[in-house]
């Protein structure tokens, strides 16, 4: 059974928002963490612009309805980690990525990057903040 923590990410101080979500994507597809991409999933985004489509995003809800993220939440990071030996990345990533369907109800876009360079496998997904913080 996975350990699961769901993260609201915040601007970094010094950073803009465009910096900090390229932080997050690029940490979390690190390719020395994910065999070199291999495990990295994604929906309704290209994970490697995953970054500027979450940007784009977040700039076209607050342009059409005029309100700004709750607490300026920029995005939301979802951690699951696993026993060592509890399941091979594959899985892993699977798992994620259901996990990502059902607490965005395919709602809204999001990647998947199963990190591999620890003892235990573990996700890290983190994907556009829009309507509401959950």
């Not at 803009?16 to 929906?43: H, M, P, W």
């Not at 990057?113 to 496998?121: L, M, P, V």
Request: proline share 3%; charged share 25%.
């Amino acid at each position: 059974m996975a350990a699961t923590r769901l993260i609201a990410l915040h601007v970094n101080k010094g950073k803009t928002v465009a910096q900090c979500l390229a932080d997050r994507t690029d940490y979390s597809q690190n390719a020395a963490k994910t065999n070199d991409g291999e495990f990295i999933s994604s929906y309704e985004c290209d994970p490697k612009t995953a970054d500027e489509e979450f940007l784009l995003s977040k700039r076209q809800y607050q342009h059409i309805t005029g309100r700004q993220q709750k607490n300026n939440i920029i995005a939301y990071q979802i951690r699951q980690s696993f026993k060592p030996g509890e399941i091979t990345p594959e899985e892993a990533n699977q798992v994620g990525y259901e996990t990502a369907m059902r607490w965005t109800k395919g709602k809204h876009a999001f990647i998947v990057a199963t990190h591999i360079d620890k003892s235990h496998i573990h996700n890290v997904r983190p994907d556009r903040a829009m309507r509401k913080a959950v």
